[in-house]
């Protein structure tokens, strides 16, 4: 006969048969962290959409491995689908801390459809997701746990090392840090978030509460022996390549498809696996580790069901639901203030008016691309510096020997790759310069060893504690691309690294002190150690050895010096006339943070209150585990990293504007609607030929990484190559005001590619692969001319050709325009057309402006002459703008009057354009 409740006799805990988790569910929390791990970037190098992707992957395997069964079919369906949108839109994101918080989402929208242990496991792991992303974001964010995890990185792998007698010098990413403070976690909080070890520290002798405390050790123990025994193998890694069985180059009619198939795979296990792939190995050991953590640890008291059991978790005094929902409030506000304190910069910079002083002397030069003069070694290095900064409202001074005279007034000194000897009046005129408010920036080079043993540039660092080693930044993925990890900086923030817009190629590294905080650096890569025998540029020997740093590679870094700052590179490339035609979006920042002195780094106390905040928002997330907890922290942290990412990306923004020369000499060559060219220089399809034709007629060209009216009204010409994204209607409306007021804009596009610019092309009345007798003729078929070479002017007395890669005809239905070449009997192959103001050419080939059209890289004359670099610069010429354009006389014998005369049209112009499109 059953007593009352206070009569009633109480289990025993030791008697309870405690339940754990379910395999599938376990295996959802695991998948998890693994999408999490991969999110983050702790599975090797990886592209960033095969990282997103991967990571949506793990994901997906979660939700089916623990579908929710616990509620109403409704109510379960609807929190897992707005748990996965939001999941999809944080994946999606370019930021990896959003990325590794969509984890957090999707494990607590499935944690809401479960009970019991169930529950609990994935609670717990989307805790640890949550943890991670922190982490994350402070590693990122604040110097000091960057140097920190650096140095615990180091550590970890000479304790490694010790064991095999091969050195290992790892940072962060190679030690693993993300993987093993994860796990940390979960060795620690399993045991204490079982019901048996509560209640076994409540009512039974300390005998047996002995027993269930040894958890958390042994769990400790089965973590850091696993991520040692992936450190040992990694410590290892340098003779795995060796070991392989060598498999020769097929060659010849002894092709075969499994010899080739041996072939690469071998070369893709050498060359790729190790050790770039090998911290997934960390993963793989540590999850079976997290399994026995999860399947034996989490446990949960026996209720008659799930929805019993649910009810009982849910049932609570009303003081303690106000506390977790208080707690949770006080976790959401600090996770909105959190990224404002480490990310948000709302003083805009400004280059107006500023003085930049640059040092002439150097491994250097000033020049920059001539006409008549071809080829890689054309483009010159440092020439088109002063050009550009102008263009930012600055004012350039080259200075022969950094008087006194010279640095007053000044704002920021720019020292590149200086060789020769320092005078005493020279450095004291630099440190006094520094100490006294203004920015110093200096850029290294790698493997420079001088003669006392040293270099110059390191001489200037020395009050710094900074310094560029004897070694070479070497990458894993050429030009670092997808490969960057910029710490938070306003000069960086929202830049991605697809297309290595950072500008940063094979440099030295830099060792920067405790005091620095580094501003870029490369994660996937390796410090390849100098060689004083191997050649004039002293390089190392291209392949990772034991004992040089593996990952986390500094690049560039910051020192605050007296009242002012050094700021210094390992590379000397982000500044030449090169690679700032894709750079300039980052370097445009770097030179406004350094002209402006009301903006330094981050203050001391937002860093301290980062840190405290991270502290209790990590106290508040274990101290009342709650499912909506981790959900609305992660929801809540990631749209306000997002916010502050892209306010401070807006307010950076620094544009070049062509309009500071008279006249504008701003030029754009648009990257922004995936145009059919290489991002590679001077690859067959690459188009630094047509930068460096540019500039030889007096444009300063950059790359248009989106196109806004903001930008395109600063610039004076615009070139389209082969886009393969439509134009949205915005875009064409911003296009169309460009050439209304006066721009130029150039586009050359073959009919097979035309499509995506079709509709655009059609606005201003062309269209590509038709003679214009074709247009009015339904079903007409378009017309593939080849290759070949077609006169110009469109004159029958023309001596001069132009050759086309793959040309087809162009036909305009819009008066106001000039055939420039046609090929006979009557397909027009270049058109201009005034427009307003302005001028739009289009030509009917898409590999018209490419390398292999115009210009070759050892400065060979193509088919035995330069007649295409001698087109385009006739062709700038006749649409009359420019500074070089102006000054230089026609190639042609003048038959062909420039457009902006007048002349060139078949009709008189009109004041205004004659319709809008």
């Given at each position: 006969?059953?007593?009352?409740?206070n009569?009633?006799?109480?289990?025993?805990?030791?008697?309870?048969?405690?339940?754990?988790?379910?395999?599938?569910?376990?295996?959802?929390?695991?998948?998890?962290?693994?999408?999490?791990?991969?999110?983050?970037?702790?599975?090797?190098?990886?592209?960033?959409?095969?990282?997103?992707?991967?990571?949506?992957?793990?994901?997906?395997?979660?939700?089916?491995?623990?579908?929710?069964?616990?509620?109403?079919?409704?109510?379960?369906?609807?929190?897992?689908?707005?748990?996965?949108?939001?999941?999809?839109?944080?994946i999606?994101?370019m930021?990896?801390?959003?990325?590794?918080?969509?984890?957090?989402?999707?494990?607590?929208?499935?944690?809401?459809?479960?009970?019991?242990?169930?529950?609990r496991?994935?609670?717990?792991?989307?805790?640890?997701?949550?943890?991670?992303?922190?982490?994350?974001?402070?590693?990122?964010?604040?110097?000091?746990?960057w140097?920190?995890?650096?140095?615990?990185?180091?550590?970890?792998?000479?304790?490694a090392?010790?064991?095999?007698?091969?050195?290992?010098?790892?940072?962060?990413?190679?030690?693993?840090?993300?993987?093993?403070?994860?796990?940390?976690?979960?060795?620690?909080?399993?045991?204490?978030?079982?019901?048996?070890?509560?209640?076994?520290?409540?009512?039974?002798?300390?005998?047996?509460?002995?027993?269930?405390?040894?958890?958390?050790?042994?769990?400790?123990?089965a973590?850091?022996?696993?991520q040692?025994?992936?450190?040992?193998v990694?410590?290892?890694?340098?003779?795995?390549?060796?070991?392989?069985p060598?498999?020769?180059?097929?060659?010849?009619?002894?092709?075969?498809?499994?010899?080739?198939?041996?072939?690469?795979?071998?070369?893709?296990?050498?060359?790729?696996?190790?050790?770039?792939?090998?911290?997934a190995?960390?993963?793989?050991?540590?999850?079976?580790?997290?399994?026995?953590?999860?399947?034996?640890?989490?446990?949960?008291?026996?209720?008659c069901?799930?929805?019993g059991?649910?009810?009982?978790?849910?049932?609570?005094?009303?003081?303690?639901?106000?506390?977790?929902?208080?707690?949770?409030?006080?976790?959401?506000?600090?996770?909105?203030?959190?990224?404002?304190?480490?990310t948000?910069?709302?003083?805009?910079?400004?280059?107006?008016?500023?003085k930049?002083v640059?040092?002439?002397?150097?491994?250097?030069?000033?020049?920059?691309?001539?006409h008549?003069?071809?080829?890689?070694?054309?483009?010159?290095?440092?020439?088109?510096?002063?050009?550009?900064?102008?263009?930012?409202?600055?004012?350039?001074v080259?200075?022969?020997?950094?008087?006194?005279?010279?640095?007053?007034?000044?704002?920021?000194?720019?020292?590149?790759?200086?060789?020769?000897?320092?005078?005493?009046?020279?450095?004291?005129?630099?440190?006094?310069?520094?100490?006294?408010?203004?920015?110093?920036?200096?850029?290294?080079?790698?493997?420079?060893?001088?003669?006392?043993?040293?270099?110059?540039?390191?001489?200037v660092?020395?009050?710094?504690?900074?310094?560029?080693?004897?070694?070479?930044?070497?990458?894993?993925?050429?030009?670092?691309?997808?490969?960057?990890?910029?710490?938070?900086?306003?000069?960086?923030?929202?830049?991605?690294?697809?297309?290595?817009?950072?500008?940063?190629?094979?440099?030295?590294?830099?060792?920067?002190?405790?005091?620095?905080?580094?501003?870029?650096?490369?994660?996937?890569?390796w410090?390849?150690?100098?060689?004083?025998?191997?050649?004039?540029?002293?390089?190392?020997?291209?392949?990772?050895?034991?004992?040089?740093?593996?990952?986390?590679?500094?690049?560039?870094?910051?020192?605050?010096?007296?009242?002012?700052?050094?700021i210094?590179?390992?590379?000397?490339?982000?500044?030449?006339?090169?690679?700032?035609?894709?750079?300039?979006?980052?370097?445009?920042?770097?030179?406004?943070?350094?002209?402006?002195?009301?903006?330094?780094?981050?203050?001391?106390?937002?860093?301290?209150?980062?840190?405290?905040?991270?502290?209790?928002?990590?106290?508040?997330?274990?101290?009342r585990?709650?499912?909506?907890?981790?959900?609305?922290?992660?929801?809540?942290?990631?749209?306000?990293?997002?916010?502050?990412?892209?306010?401070?990306?807006?307010?950076?923004?620094?544009?070049?504007?062509?309009?500071?020369?008279?006249?504008?000499?701003?030029?754009?060559?648009?990257?922004?609607?995936?145009?059919?060219?290489?991002h590679?220089?001077?690859?067959?399809?690459?188009?630094?030929?047509?930068?460096?034709?540019?500039?030889?007629?007096?444009?300063?060209?950059?790359?248009?990484?989106?196109?806004?009216?903001?930008?395109?009204?600063?610039?004076?010409?615009?070139?389209?190559?082969?886009?393969?994204?439509?134009?949205?209607?915005?875009?064409?409306?911003?296009?169309?005001?460009?050439?209304?007021?006066?721009?130029?804009?150039?586009?050359?596009?073959?009919?097979?590619?035309?499509?995506?610019s079709?509709?655009?092309?059609?606005?201003?009345?062309?269209?590509?692969g038709?003679?214009?007798?074709?247009?009015?003729?339904?079903?007409?078929?378009?017309?593939?001319?080849?290759?070949?070479?077609?006169?110009?002017?469109?004159?029958?007395?023309?001596?001069?050709?132009v050759?086309?890669?793959?040309?087809?005809?162009?036909?305009?239905?819009?008066?106001?325009?000039?055939?420039?070449?046609?090929?006979?009997?009557?397909?027009?192959l270049?058109?201009?057309?005034?427009?307003?103001?302005?001028?739009?050419?289009?030509?009917?080939?898409?590999?018209?402006?490419?390398?292999?059209?115009?210009?070759?890289?050892?400065?060979?004359?193509?088919?035995?002459?330069?007649?295409?670099?001698?087109?385009?610069?006739?062709?700038?010429?006749?649409?009359?703008?420019?500074?070089?354009?102006?000054a230089?006389?026609?190639?042609?014998?003048?038959?062909?009057?420039?457009?902006?005369?007048?002349?060139?049209?078949?009709?008189?112009?009109?004041?205004?354009?004659?319709?809008?499109?």
């Open positions: 006969m059953s007593g009352s409740g009569d009633r006799k109480e289990t025993p805990a030791s008697a309870l048969n405690y339940c754990g988790p379910a395999a599938p569910v376990v295996v959802a929390a695991l998948a998890g962290l693994v999408g999490a791990w991969i999110a983050a970037g702790a599975a090797g190098v990886l592209g960033h959409p095969l990282r997103r992707g991967l990571a949506c992957a793990a994901l997906s395997a979660a939700v089916v491995a623990a579908w929710p069964k616990v509620g109403t079919r409704a109510v379960r369906l609807a929190v897992l689908a707005a748990g996965a949108a939001v999941a999809v839109a944080m999606a994101s930021l990896p801390p959003v990325n590794v918080l969509a984890a957090a989402v999707v494990l607590a929208a499935l944690g809401h459809g479960h009970s019991g242990a169930n529950r496991t994935l609670l717990l792991a989307a805790e640890a997701v949550v943890l991670l992303a922190l982490y994350r974001l402070a590693y990122t964010s604040i110097p000091w746990v140097h920190l995890a650096d140095s615990l990185g180091g550590v970890l792998g000479s304790i090392g010790v064991f095999t007698w091969r050195p290992l010098t790892v940072g962060a990413t190679f030690a693993g840090l993300d993987v093993l403070l994860t796990m940390t976690y979960l060795a620690i909080m399993a045991p204490l978030r079982s019901d048996r070890s509560a209640a076994l520290r409540s009512d039974r002798p300390a005998s047996e509460n002995r027993q269930w405390l040894w958890q958390i050790p042994v769990a400790l123990l973590v850091v022996v696993g040692g025994v992936y450190l040992i990694l410590s290892l890694a340098e003779g795995f390549p060796a070991t392989l060598k498999v020769d180059v097929p060659l010849g009619n002894q092709q075969s498809v499994q010899s080739m198939l041996d072939f690469l795979s071998m070369a893709a296990l050498q060359s790729k696996i190790f050790p770039w792939h090998l911290p190995a960390a993963i793989a050991i540590q999850v079976p580790i997290g399994w026995i953590l999860c399947r034996w640890l989490v446990r949960s008291a026996p209720v069901s799930d929805k059991n649910a009810k009982a978790e849910a049932a609570g005094s009303p003081s303690r639901l106000w506390l977790g929902w208080g707690a949770t409030a006080a976790a959401i506000l600090l996770a909105v203030c959190l990224p404002m304190l480490t948000l910069r709302t003083q805009s910079p400004s280059l107006v008016g500023k930049i640059m040092y002439e002397k150097g491994y250097l030069n000033w020049l920059k691309p001539k008549g003069d071809y080829g890689r070694f054309s483009v010159g290095m440092y020439g088109m510096l002063p050009i550009y900064l102008e263009s930012l409202g600055a004012t350039a080259i200075s022969p020997d950094l008087s006194a005279e010279d640095l007053r007034g000044a704002d920021a000194l720019v020292l590149i790759l200086p060789d020769q000897p320092w005078k005493r009046s020279q450095l004291k005129r630099i440190r006094q310069f520094v100490r006294r408010g203004g920015k110093l920036l200096v850029m290294g080079e790698h493997t420079v060893r001088e003669e006392d043993g040293d270099n110059r540039f390191n001489e660092l020395e009050p710094t504690g900074m310094r560029v080693p004897f070694d070479t930044a070497m990458y894993a993925v050429g030009g670092w691309l997808h490969s960057y990890q910029p710490l938070a900086h306003p000069t960086s923030a929202g830049i991605p690294d697809e297309s290595n817009d950072f500008g940063v190629v094979a440099g030295g590294s830099v060792d920067a002190s405790w005091n620095a905080d580094p501003l870029l650096v490369g994660r996937w890569g410090t390849d150690l100098g060689d004083d025998v191997n050649g004039p540029a002293k390089l190392g020997d291209y392949r990772y050895t034991s004992g040089e740093k593996l990952g986390d590679v500094v690049l560039a870094a910051e020192r605050p010096l007296g009242k002012g700052s050094v210094v590179f390992g590379d000397t490339s982000g500044l030449t006339n090169l690679l700032t035609v894709g750079c300039h979006q980052y370097t445009s920042r770097l030179f406004a943070y350094l002209g402006d002195d009301a903006i330094g780094p981050h203050a001391v106390w937002r860093r301290y209150a980062a840190l405290c905040m991270i502290v209790v928002l990590a106290i508040i997330l274990i101290w585990p709650t499912l909506h907890c981790p959900a609305a922290v992660a929801v809540a942290m990631a749209l306000s990293l997002v916010v502050c990412t892209t306010i401070t990306n807006r307010v950076w923004e620094v544009l070049p504007d062509g309009g500071h020369k008279e006249p504008n000499n701003l030029a754009y060559i648009d990257t922004s609607h995936a145009e059919a060219f290489s590679e220089s001077w690859r067959p399809d690459g188009i630094i030929a047509l930068s460096m034709t540019l500039m030889r007629s007096g444009y300063l060209t950059l790359t248009l990484p989106e196109m806004t009216p903001e930008r395109l009204r600063r610039a004076k010409l615009l070139g389209s190559i082969a886009p393969n994204r439509e134009f949205s209607k915005k875009e064409r409306e911003t296009l169309d005001d460009f050439v209304d007021a006066g721009g130029i804009f150039i586009c050359t596009v073959g009919y097979r590619d035309a499509g995506p079709r509709a655009m092309l059609s606005d201003f009345g062309f269209h590509v038709w003679a214009p007798a074709d247009l009015d003729r339904p079903g007409a078929e378009p017309i593939p001319l080849g290759h070949f070479k077609s006169a110009y002017p469109d004159d029958p007395r023309a001596m001069q050709a050759r086309f890669h793959a040309g087809w005809p162009v036909a305009c239905d819009r008066s106001n325009t000039l055939v420039v070449s046609r090929r006979p009997p009557d397909l027009p270049i058109i201009v057309r005034r427009y307003g103001k302005g001028l739009i050419a289009v030509i009917g080939d898409t590999g018209f402006a490419m390398n292999e059209n115009l210009e070759r890289i050892d400065g060979a004359p193509i088919e035995g002459a330069y007649e295409n670099a001698e087109f385009w610069r006739w062709f700038l010429t006749l649409l009359g703008a420019g500074e070089a354009q102006s230089a006389a026609p190639v042609n014998d003048g038959s062909a009057a420039p457009v902006n005369d007048g002349s060139a049209g078949h009709d008189e112009p009109d004041a205004s354009r004659e319709e809008t499109p």
